[in-house]
């Protein structure tokens, strides 16, 4: 398959304990978007990457989230001290293109639970 | 809010009727884009259309755009059990550049076999 893919499925962590959540995108894709959904809501952009620059994070990225994508390839996002507000599915996405119209292509997500 | 608002935010039909979804949204966009997505699955995306298109379509699915209106639609034909999932809009707004998308909260789509 070489769809993106995300590790793990789902973790269950305890509040005040740091993630990280891997994503691996389409490989020729130059750009990687993370985000967030909530139940019942739809998707929240979080960031993205242009190979391995970051290049825009939302308001909702606070200072716990850090997300890296080391020589442009695959992207980890890191939740320190977690709270139960971060409890979500982290799903990552790829496309690519410089500009334009292109479709982003979903990976399965990470689903967070914080107890 | 950049964000797309689906209507009706739930739909119940019989296989084989058509499906119509809607989608308003706020600012100038590059392009509106529509996703399903699955209960406990990724989004997958369905059809893009250009902000100067104002018609598309793919298979079993019609999609028009209003960008006077700041609205589109998802025609579902001839539904199918399979079809039953959640369904979103994401725009494009013109002004980021960078291709983020911003989705509304979507339509809960259900084909009843």
């Known amino acids: 398959d070489t769809g993106v893919s995300q590790d793990p499925r789902h973790k269950i962590t305890k509040r005040g304990q740091n993630v990280t959540f891997r994503c691996d995108p389409i490989s020729e894709h130059n750009r990687l978007y993370w985000y967030r959904q909530t139940l019942g809501q739809g998707p929240e952009f979080l960031t993205y990457f242009q190979n391995e620059a970051q290049l825009e994070k939302s308001r909702l990225l606070s200072d716990r989230f850090s997300a890296e994508r080391p020589k442009g390839s695959f992207s980890t996002l890191e939740i320190q001290r977690t709270e139960q507000g971060d409890s979500a599915m982290y799903l990552c996405a790829s496309s690519w293109g410089l500009a334009g119209n292109y479709e982003q292509y979903f990976g399965p997500g990470t689903r967070l639970t914080v107890t | 809010s950049q964000q797309g608002e689906e209507d009706p935010q739930a739909l119940s039909i019989q296989e084989g009727e058509n499906a119509t979804m809607n989608c308003s949204y706020k600012t100038s966009i590059n392009n509106l884009q529509w996703y399903r997505q699955n209960s406990g699955r990724g989004l997958v995306h369905l059809i893009l259309?250009?902000?100067?298109?104002r018609e598309k379509h793919s298979g079993r699915l019609r999609v028009t755009l209003d960008t006077s209106k700041k609205s589109s639609s998802l025609l579902i034909t001839a539904s199918r059990a399979a079809d039953t999932a959640s369904y979103f809009c994401?725009?494009?707004?013109?002004?980021?550049?960078?291709?983020?998308?911003?989705f509304g909260t979507g339509t809960r789509l259900t084909v009843i076999p």
């Open positions: 994401a725009t494009d707004p013109y002004q980021t550049g960078a291709n983020n998308l911003f």
């Open positions: 259309i250009r902000s100067n298109e």
